[in-house]
Nanobody, 122 residues
Framework: QVQLVESGGGLVQAGGSLRLSCAAL????????IGWYRQAPGKQRNLVAS???????NYADSVKGRFTISRDNAKNTVYLQMNSLKPEDTAVYYC????????????????WGQGTQVTVSS
């Protein structure tokens, strides 16, 4: 059974930074694509960023230039570096992995992490 374990969330002031980690108990290369989603209370879940097996990345417009997704194959871990955080980035962030070609708000991978809370104070 594949397991994705997130860590790195927390409370930070606006303008600060956090780095989220998603450790896979199975090599990320086993998945075609891995991404981060977020969901704020009362709002729908949205894709934040994704990275394909070939290393191609994709970002939501709201985080372009501030967030960076990357992976460490030796550690079977995917990261989301979040800089210049804003209060509107507050949400539960979920790691997601799948065998499809890409991820979107509507098309997600099969495997999910448990989520990690990110809170940005103004």
């Amino acid at each position: 059974q594949v397991q994705l374990v997130e860590s790195g969330g927390g409370l930070v002031q606006a303008g600060g930074s956090l780095r989220l980690s998603c450790a896979a108990l199975k090599s990320p290369f086993s998945f075609n694509v891995i991404g981060w989603y977020r969901q704020a209370p009362g709002k729908q879940r949205n894709l934040v960023a994704s990275i394909s097996r070939s290393g191609n990345t994709n970002y939501a417009d709201s985080v372009k230039g501030r967030f960076t997704i990357s992976r460490d194959n030796a550690k079977n871990t995917v990261y989301l570096q979040m800089n210049s955080l804003k209060p509107e980035d507050t949400a539960v962030y979920y790691c997601n992995a799948g065998t499809g070609l890409q991820l979107s708000d509507e098309v997600t991978g099969y495997y999910w992490g448990q989520g990690t809370q990110v809170t940005v104070s103004s």
